[in-house]
């Protein structure tokens, strides 16, 4: 089979005459952002620094959108959120050293949730490379070896000329699935070399598919429809290739129930008889899971969360299909199937027979009952309530970004995403500070949809040089912070544990005060008017802060 990227183009003479007579003032700049534009990248997130000012300066002279944030690693959650949207590679662009180190917790989330983030960062100039202590500004002894355990791949440059070929690879790295981020860097000089190579034009970085063995989906799809009580759990890898559909297709010809991972929100119907939901800390789901006798895992891993804990101890037979090659088998033996979930799904809908259990939505509505009955044992109306607020007022097909706090814990399980890709949480790493400014860079990426972001106080104060962000692009993101007065989860962990919280209460602002002081519309609501306010302010075009007074709790583990 012969693909596009492998045909070798004739030039035109046109092209001939463009590439013998570069345009003058051209540097090495110039041939990143050139790279970008001929990959098909149309936004740059990042911030400047001294050692990258020769590429920024290129940016002028180039159709790239530049969208910039105040904190590294808060453009790294803007650039993840963009690539999660988009499916596309997002450029971020960092400076050496500092500039570059605080990306690193952005950029192990987007590793973890396979967010496709293209960091170009600066580097010292060439003669300091290697170790050698020169004492430039910004120097590490080796800047790479900060982020090669975080990132998919690390791509050194040296001289103007490898420029392209260095990010062209890095870009198809990140679109290999599983998607992820990748690191570039270029030292402060061949940015700033004056260069005579010809302007760089369409570059091809198309990644191959994962596909999966053909033997392998046929015994799966045998075991599938000869099981007797077969179930799936959906990850996010359903959700990044756009499998849902056959998702779907599948567990209505085999009759077989699904639970969806907290990355896998919205890859299946909420209320379709065969859903189970997201309820996966719970041990009621976790029994029914144990007693498949067949259990299909599409895209995920079943890590800690998706595992209730690992307490999750399967006793039939696991088909696990995954993309990343190093999760296959990771926790529970199983028929593994290395592969795009899309590719998988489909060669198993080829061949799989069909399967009728008229008992199937029965039990899944049993299992749903028993979670229900749980919940409503521990006093948590205003948690429930709060939740279902927040699901009145978010349109369907609004994306919304949560960071780590206890709404965010609750809304794992029990928020119905509607849509897949609309749900995104920063449960990959668990770092705080991710919703606001991925939340900003949903909204580049997609300008038509109003975002909402969900913070506690202490995630929020990760976050708040971003409201300058949000009004000087006039994006349309709504932020929701539930004030509780500290780091609410780790306050009612550690009085479970230890009797007593230590370090978990925080000194606040007066968000609402403080939003419009960045010039951001901001209200203060109650449980009884936050479906109106917030609505209101998602309907309102612009960015604008929602601040919820609120101590909730969470539902009781079952893990323990």
């Known amino acids: 089979m012969t693909h596009d990227h492998d045909l070798v183009l ?10 013998l007579n570069p345009p003058p003032g051209r540097t090495g700049g110039d041939l990143v952002v050139e790279t970008l534009s001929g990959l098909g990248a149309t936004t740059v997130f990042g911030l400047p620094g001294q050692h990258v000012l020769g590429m920024f300066d290129a940016l002028r002279r180039s159709p790239l959108r530049y969208v910039g944030l105040r904190v590294e690693n808060n453009a790294g959650f803007a650039a993840d959120a963009y690539g999660r949207i988009t499916g596309e590679a997002a450029p971020l662009l960092l400076s050496t050293g500092p500039g570059a180190l605080l990306s690193l917790a952005a950029l192990q989330e987007a590793a973890a949730a396979s967010a496709p983030v293209v960091a170009i960062a600066g580097q010292v100039p060439v003669a ?3 170790g050698g202590r020169r004492g430039h500004l910004h120097e590490l002894r080796d800047q790479q070896a900060s982020f090669r355990d975080v990132v998919k791949s690390v791509h050194t440059v040296r001289t103007p000329s490898q420029i392209p070929s260095a990010i062209a690879a890095a870009w198809e790295s990140a679109l290999t699935a599983p998607h992820g981020p990748v690191w570039v860097e270029i030292p402060q000089d061949v940015l700033t070399a004056e260069t005579t190579l010809p302007v760089v034009t369409a570059m091809d970085a198309t990644p191959e598919d994962v596909v999966p063995r053909p033997e392998l989906t046929a015994v799966a799809a045998h075991l599938l429809a000869h099981a007797e009580r077969p179930v799936i759990v959906a990850g996010g890898g359903v959700v990044r290739s756009d499998a849902s559909g056959k998702l779907r297709a599948l567990a209505e010809r085999i009759d077989a129930p699904v639970v969806t991972t907290f990355g896998g929100k919205g890859a299946f119907p909420w209320k379709h008889p065969l859903s189970l939901q997201s309820w996966l800390e719970d041990r009621h789901t976790t029994d029914f899971l144990e007693d ?20 999750f101890a399967p006793r039939g037979r696991v088909i696990q299909i995954e993309a990343d090659a190093g999760k296959l088998e990771s ?3 199983a028929l593994g199937i290395h ?4 590719l998988a799904l489909q060669a198993i809908l080829e061949t799989v027979g069909e399967r009728t259990d008229p008992t199937a939505p029965e039990r899944v509505a049993a299992v749903l009952g028993r979670v229900r009955d749980r919940i409503a044992a521990q006093d948590l109306g205003l948690e429930q309530r709060v939740v279902a607020a927040v699901r009145e007022a978010l349109p369907a097909r609004a994306p919304s970004f949560w960071d780590m706090t206890i709404l965010a814990y609750w809304a794992w399980s029990a928020f119905d995403a509607r849509h897949p890709n609309t749900m995104h949480s920063a449960q990959g790493a668990g770092g705080l500070g991710y919703a606001f400014p991925a939340a900003l860079g949903a909204a580049v990426a997609d300008p038509s949809q109003s975002v909402l972001a969900v913070s506690g106080d202490g995630g929020a104060m990760y976050s708040l040089a971003e409201l300058a962000t949000a009004r000087q692009y006039g994006l349309d993101v709504t932020w929701l912070i539930v004030d509780d007065g500290g780091y609410g989860i780790l306050r009612e962990y550690m009085t479970d544990a ?14 609402v005060a403080l939003a419009e002081s ?10 009884d008017t936050l479906a109106t306010d917030l609505a209101k302010s998602l309907a309102t075009p612009g960015p604008s802060v929602v601040v919820l007074p609120a101590l909730l709790r969470m539902f009781e583990p079952t893990h323990l």
């Not at 046109?14 to 590439?19: D, L, M």
């Not at 592969?339 to 899309?342: C, E, G, K, V």
């Open 518 to 527: 960045f010039g951001v519309p901001a209200a203060l609501t109650t449980p």
């Open 498 to 511: 230890y009797g007593e919280a230590t370090g978990t209460e925080l000194t606040r602002p007066d968000f």
């Open 292 to 311: 498949a006798d067949v259990l299909l895992v599409v895209g995920s891993g079943l890590g800690e969360l998706s595992s209730n804990y690992h307490t």
């Open 331 to 333: 926790n529970h033996p």
């Open 128 to 130: 300091g490379l290697g």
């Open 339 to 342: 592969a795009d979930a899309r």
């Open 10 to 19: 004739r030039p035109t003479p046109a092209q001939i005459e463009a590439a």
